[in-house]
């Protein structure tokens, strides 16, 4: 059965760096495009980025732009987040999911209704 765990999460001082990995397993990951979002207490569901199948086209959040870094590894079927210059308002539970909408990749993979299949989540603290 399809799972999908994120890990990577933790708490980072203001200016740090984290990385974050989603595992997939179950599924064939070369073919779908996969997102990272997070959610913050009291707040809505946040899209954070989305990469394509192959890798080759990404998208982010203005909040994220020139910060974090989305990739892949079709071999290992991870998925990764690399976040760099982490500010506190970048705390949150951070989620990935897999899409299977086929629309060339703009900022609507930020909106959570394109994905189906979701992981449970990884805590990111950021303290100031």
């Known amino acids: 059965q399809l799972q999908l765990v994120e890990s990577g999460g933790g708490l980072v001082q203001a200016g740090g760096s984290l990385r974050l990995s989603c595992a997939i397993s179950g599924f064939t990951l070369d073919n779908y495009r996969i997102g990272w979002f997070r959610q913050a207490p009291g707040k809505e569901r946040e899209g954070v980025s989305c990469?394509?199948?192959?890798?080759?086209?990404?998208i982010y959040a203005d909040s994220v732009k020139g910060r974090f870094t989305i990739s892949r590894d079709n071999a290992e079927n991870t998925v990764y987040l690399q976040m760099n210059s982490l500010k506190p308002e970048d705390t949150a539970v951070y989620y990935c999911?897999?899409?299977?909408?086929?629309?060339?990749?703009?900022?609507?993979?930020?909106?959570?209704?394109?994905?189906?299949?979701w992981g449970q989540g990884t805590q990111v603290t950021v303290s100031s």
């Open positions: 999911a897999v899409s299977t909408r086929t629309f060339y990749i703009s900022s609507l993979y930020l909106s959570s209704h394109m994905y189906t299949y």
């Open positions: 990469i394509s199948s192959s890798g080759d086209s990404t």
